[in-house]
Every structure is written in C-alpha cells, then in structure tokens.
C-alpha cells in the first residue's frame, strides 16, 4: 500500500511540475520582457521593424523581441516579405528594419527582387538597417541576390560553416562610442556569421569598423588564423540611411544586448 501511495505521490509531483514548464514555455513574450540599462531618453521611441519570414516564430525575432520594447525606448513590430514587397516600411514610417539571423539566401529568396529593392529604397531615403550575422552576409556585395547596401566582401568564405561558440571582441574607440560600451573587451556569441572586409566598390562608400575579433572560431576544416582581426561590427551609409552590421550574436541570451540595443537605436536616427 504504502509503496503504492508513493508511486501515486511521485506522479502527483511530476504532472505538477509538467504543467509548471508548460506555463513557463509558453508565456507569453510581453511577460518575458527584458529591461536594458541603456544610455539614450526611453520615453523617445524607435519604430522598428523586424524581419521574419517564419510567422514570427524565428529564434532572432523573438529574441529581438524581448527587449525592443517600450520601456527600453522602442516599438517593435514583425514585418513579413510581403510587407516590405507592400511598401509596408515606408508607408508606415519606420525608423528601421532589422534583418536578423538564418540564411542570407533564404531571406533574398523570400523577399524577391521587388523585396530587395524596397529595402534598398527604405534605407537610401533615410530608414536604417541592422544586419545580424545573415542579416549582415545579405547586406554585402558577394551575391547576385545581396542587398549591396555596405561596400564590404566576406572573407574566408569557402569555410562560412566554421562553427559556433564564444569569442572575444575588440572594440574601437569609435565602437566604444556609439555602443555605449565602457569597456574595450566584450564575450559574445559567434554563430557562423561573415568575417568582414572592405569591398571595391567604387559606388559605395567606405565603412567605419566598430569591432574586431579578437579570438576566433575555427572548427570543420576553417584555417586557423583567418578570424581573429577580421571585422564583427561595422557601419556606414547607404543613401541618407544609417547601415549597422553585426556578425555575431550579441541579442541572444549571453548578450551583452545593450551593445545590440544602443546599435538599433543608432540605426534608427531618432536621437540625431
């Protein structure tokens, strides 16, 4: 009997703390907010819009998600391929698209020329953009389908897939600036994002470099070396539009997110 009632007991316990993660899982992203200690006027908000063509299931919104919010000074919301192939970002009047991670060639495919080009009209009028990792590779000039807003190229490229983990990065002074970062040296995460170098262009501008890899990832046959001083965080101007890339990951949980805050907000020009 009694090993019985145990069994019943033990059941009890684990159906309660079932239903517990269930309700956990599945809070809602309002409730999982997350407050930023960040060094701009929060009662100014930015209008942005977030890129996702996976109903706003994608890990990078809903990252993102978490923390643009009003009480850290935004507005954001999840735009569609078709939104931005609407006209959506200028009829609404956003400060700024943020193309997150996934896969560069995904997102071209799914935005279509019509896409891409709306977004080259977004930004050369004065909306901002924020590329992270495959938002970043679409932003270059390497592919037929690139967006061609930064004169940059990727290096290393045949070993893109060069694995994951954590690195260190070294900002510049510049960097330190407009990321509101007080120190030189941040940890953040790198998750196979493009290892950045100056194009040739002739019709775009150069960029200004706001961080460099100070160590690397160099798994699946990527040569040692080929990462650290390449550039993580740049920015620049397409048009009279604000361009801010990231190769890594600082939105995810390791952070540090003000780092990816105080460079949306930067993008988005409301503070000039």
Same mark, same amino acid.
Request: neutral net charge.
């Given at each position: 009997?009694?090993?019985?009632?145990?069994?019943?007991?033990?059941?009890?316990?684990?159906?309660?703390?079932?239903?517990?993660?269930?309700?956990?899982?599945?809070?809602?992203? !309002?409730? $999982? #907010?997350?407050? =930023?200690?960040?060094?701009?006027?929060?009662? %100014? /908000?930015?209008? &942005?819009?977030?890129?996702?063509?996976?109903?706003?299931?994608?890990?990078?919104?809903?990252?993102?998600?978490?923390?643009?919010?009003?009480?850290?000074?935004?507005?954001?919301?999840?735009?569609?391929?078709?939104?931005?192939?609407?006209?959506?970002?200028?009829?609404?009047?956003?400060?700024?698209?943020?193309?997150?991670?996934?896969?560069? !060639?995904? $997102? #071209?495919?799914? =935005?279509?020329?019509?896409?891409?080009?709306? %977004? /080259?009209?977004? &930004?050369?009028?004065?909306?901002?953009?924020?590329?992270?990792?495959?938002?970043?590779?679409?932003?270059?000039?390497?592919?037929?389908?690139?967006?061609?807003?930064?004169?940059?190229?990727?290096?290393?490229?045949?070993?893109?897939?060069?694995?994951?983990?954590?690195?260190?990065?070294?900002?510049?002074?510049?960097?330190?600036?407009?990321?509101?970062?007080?120190?030189?040296? =941040?940890?953040?995460?790198?998750?196979?994002?493009?290892?950045?170098?100056?194009?040739?262009?002739?019709?775009?501008?150069?960029?200004?470099?706001?961080?460099?890899?100070?160590?690397?990832?160099?798994?699946?046959?990527?040569?040692?070396?080929?990462?650290?001083?390449?550039?993580?965080?740049?920015?620049?101007?397409?048009?009279?539009?604000?361009?801010?890339?990231?190769?890594?990951?600082?939105?995810?949980?390791?952070?540090?997110?003000?780092?990816?805050?105080?460079?949306?907000?930067?993008?988005?020009?409301?503070?000039?």
């Amino acid at each position: 009997m009694s090993t019985r009632l145990s069994n019943t007991r033990m059941h009890q316990l684990w159906l309660s703390l079932a239903i517990l993660l269930a309700s956990v899982t599945t809070c809602p992203l !309002s409730l $999982q #907010a997350e407050e =930023l200690d960040l060094k701009f006027d929060k009662s %100014v /908000r930015a209008k &942005v819009a977030v890129y996702c063509h996976s109903d706003g299931k994608s890990r990078g919104a809903v990252n993102l998600m978490k923390f643009l919010t009003p009480e850290n000074g935004f507005d954001a919301v999840i735009v569609t391929p078709e939104d931005v192939q609407n006209n959506r970002l200028s009829d609404q009047k956003f400060d700024v698209l943020i193309m997150p991670g996934g896969m560069a !060639s995904a $997102q #071209a495919t799914n =935005l279509g020329e019509t896409g891409r080009e709306k %977004v /080259r009209e977004f &930004v050369g009028q004065g909306g901002g953009y924020v590329g992270i990792c495959a938002g970043a590779y679409l932003s270059t000039t390497y592919k037929p389908w690139s967006l061609n807003l930064v004169n940059a190229r990727v290096w290393d490229l045949s070993h893109w897939a060069r694995g994951t983990g954590m690195v260190t990065l070294n900002l510049t002074d510049s960097g330190q600036s407009v990321l509101k970062s007080d120190s030189p040296q =941040l940890e953040t995460y790198y998750g196979q994002g493009p290892l950045l170098m100056p194009g040739n262009d002739p019709q775009l501008p150069g960029y200004e470099v706001l961080a460099s890899y100070g160590t690397e990832v160099a798994k699946k046959g990527a040569p040692v070396g080929a990462m650290v001083d390449s550039h993580a965080i740049i920015r620049t101007q397409y048009g009279t539009g604000r361009v801010i890339c990231y190769s890594p990951h600082p939105e995810k949980d390791w952070g540090p997110k003000p780092i990816m805050a105080h460079g949306i907000r930067w993008a988005s020009a409301v503070d000039k």
